[in-house]
């Protein structure tokens, strides 16, 4: 019976650009789907999650979102990862007024009463991933990044960091998505052997595997030199050949490594589902805590419409395996607390540095904490 059931649309690509990402995101979704579902779902009504697949493209984002609010009868999605994506499903979202659980760390600088947003926000990461650069490696950037907003929104608030920090950018370079290995080497080259310290890269999807590929076999590589990233994970680094993945940087606010009941839990109902040679990410974690924040939410509120599930969100709390998670009312980005993890040769990181306070989120950069000490880190 209709009745019986709560469809939410999951709209993210199968394939494509940022498939490897985004399938990511897919499994944390589906997995609190079943979850909530095995437990008697949300009042008596099970999810039934309609699964979308833009392959990577914005416009099929904005026509599929379009189809699951007027002809699937959805009102909330989980979707998007993209900035571009997310910017071409918005209008739609509050056309149409559902809700837009977007689960991805993007670029800041806006606001939706009709989006909850999961991922991290520059005021959470960049600092901490900064400060621990110039104090374990030192201050010349190299950037490289795809050419999307985020990476040049990141890079711009990188660079007026690095301007305040006695830091120096080497070398900014963008590619386009599936750029030639010739394209990759040329921009690993422009950085210098003898010039750069860090590697700061903002390459998304399939694209960061062929980086850390390439750069696997680079002298600087041989010299040490490491990349950083706001955006690498697990899912991500799995693809990377075994010789390139040791030793590089990653900010989030949630690794495999981390040790918490919550996580511990988590992974083995990953396992479960999808197998031990599936290893979660960041992303996964979000759309699956994301999900089950939902969830709860919606058992607050009771009632199926839009205005109800918003005010209930703002009384919602879920224990997520990357720590409580509760929403900013006045901003709809959540409290999240960063963490850095060094790269290991299985795929997976070693936390070496956690925050020792929450971050509450600034998205607008209106008074955020440059004075973040990542000294502690091993």
Known sequence: MENDKEKVGVLFSQTGK???TETAHINGVLLACEEINNGGGILGR???PVLMNPDGDDRKYAEMATDLLVNHGVKTIFGCCLSTSRKAVLPLIERF???????????GFEYSPNVIYGGAIPNQIVPPLLDFVFQNHGRRIALIGSDTLYAREINRIVKEFLAESDGKVVVETYLPFSPSDSAFLKAIDQCGEDQTDVVLSTVVGEDSVA??????ASKLRKLGVPIASLTTTESELSKVPENAREGHISVASY???LKTPQNADFLTSFGAKFGADVTPSVYSEVGYSLVHFYANAARISAKPDTASLLQALSGSVFKAPGGDLFIDVDTNHFTLRPHIGRSRTDGTFEIVWDSPKVAAPDPYLVAYDRSINTQAAV
């Open 18 to 20: 940022m498939a490897v």
């Open 46 to 48: 099970r999810l039934e």
């Open 97 to 107: 007024d559902g809700v837009l659980f977007y689960p991805s760390v993007y670029e």
């Open 211 to 216: 980086l850390y590929r390439l750069f696997g």
């Open 255 to 257: 690794f495999t490594s």
